[in-house]
């Protein structure tokens, strides 16, 4: 090309660069025309704007200085959509982010059966499911795993160690160890299976009085889960259950209404204002129990979504005293729409509202931080740090401790 020929090129571009600037400094709107001949898309007041977007995507991946990868282009098209809304809880997920959902929300993935979390070394087991190929090929919690099929993982993501562990049922996978108190390496050699992550885990506490009850998340498993904890927990038999939804994000509301059923019959669950209409959600019948002993739910502010409607239907209907913190405070509804190449887009549809018809919205200041909203909890307990609290053990955990007594003074 003929220097004068890039010069010229070079100057159309600047000056488009500079109707653009001069439009950003001004506090105006860019002005279309100049946008249009940036990058070679004729302006017209008839184009749709996905004519446009088209128009500039193919304008952009045939015309920028070097090779692009289209797919790139085009998920970080479909995130800037999606945040241009403004919601966070509104999102573009790719296709492995979209795969990584759901599985959570199925709680049924092939694997080991470990939670795990990252460590200097590689990936510390936080808990070991005791019906998974992992417990039974002999891994156990705060075991520390370096080394996954012979190759050392210090220093990597944990997505990507967890990628690595993770594989076709049948399969297998070598995972090198450390123990703590033991100073060589060992090495286990783990079938992979099918896994149901566990959302609900119990024990008994206070001299097996009161039942404790931890739901991680509500997952198509949950309700199957709970009443299969409740039923040993019944056999002790108990004078109280504690129900703990501290650190719970949410998860289907369709579990959470499920659940509910065993509470309360054909109840409201939550009323949903969507763009055109309103809908709700109701417990089912023939489903309830009868709960001859008092309930508390522990909350905090990391309980939210599903957990905040779980916890809020209780509290409405009488059943159960919230013991904690504040919750999250989300009141909005999202669903999931599957794209044709196995991306998705996550979309609010809908705001809800409790039974009583409280709207528990978050409001936050200018710098994010937490004003207003959320569920309230009938008795306030801030969790004490100093004391390095361990939920489920009521000898650190203050919260738990406080819910015991509420409990054992109903006697």
Known sequence: MKPAVLLALVAVGSGALGFLWRDLQQGRAPDSRALGRLVGVKTTGDLSPDAVFKAAFRQIESSYYRPVNAQDLKYAGMQGLLSALGDPHTAFLPPRAARAFTEETRANFSGVGARLQPDPLGARAVSVFEDGPAYGAGLRATDLITGVDGKNIGGLAIDAIVDRIKGPEGTTVRLSI??????????????????????????????????????????????????????????????????????????????????????????????????????????????????????????????????????????????????????????????????????????????????????????????????????????????????????????????????????????
């Not at 089912?284 to 779980?310: H, K, W």
Request: charge should be negative.
């Open 178 to 411: 450390l123990r703590k108190g033991e100073t060589a390496a060992r090495e286990l050699t783990i079938r992979r299976a099918r896994i149901v992550t566990p959302t609900v885990e119990s024990q008994l506490l206070d001299n097996r009085q009161i039942g404790y009850m931890n739901i991680s998340q509500f997952s198509e498993p949950t309700v199957a889960q709970f009443d299969r904890a409740l039923q040993r927990l019944e056999q002790a038999p108990i004078k109280g259950l504690v129900i703990d939804l501290r650190d719970n994000p949410g998860g289907l509301l369709d579990s959470a209404a499920e659940l509910l059923s065993r509470f309360v019959e054909n109840k409201t669950v939550v009323t949903m204002k969507g763009r055109d209409a309103s809908e709700t959600v109701r417990t089912f019948s023939g489903a309830t129990r009868e709960f001859t002993y008092p309930i508390a739910v522990l909350i905090n502010e990391d309980s939210a979504s599903a957990a905040e409607i779980f916890a809020g239907c209780l509290r409405d209907y009488g059943k159960a005293t919230l013991v904690g913190e504040h919750t999250y405070g989300k009141s909005s509804v999202q669903t999931v729409f599957m794209l044709a190449d196995r991306s998705s887009a996550k979309v609010t549809i809908a705001k809800y509202f409790l039974p009583n018809g409280e709207d528990i919205g978050r409001q936050v200041d200018g710098d994010g931080a937490y004003v207003t909203g959320g569920l309230q909890p009938d008795v306030k307990v801030e969790l004490n740090w100093e004391k390095e609290p361990r939920f489920g053990d009521p000898a650190s955990d203050n919260q738990l401790a406080k819910a015991i007594e509420i409990l054992l003074a109903k006697q």
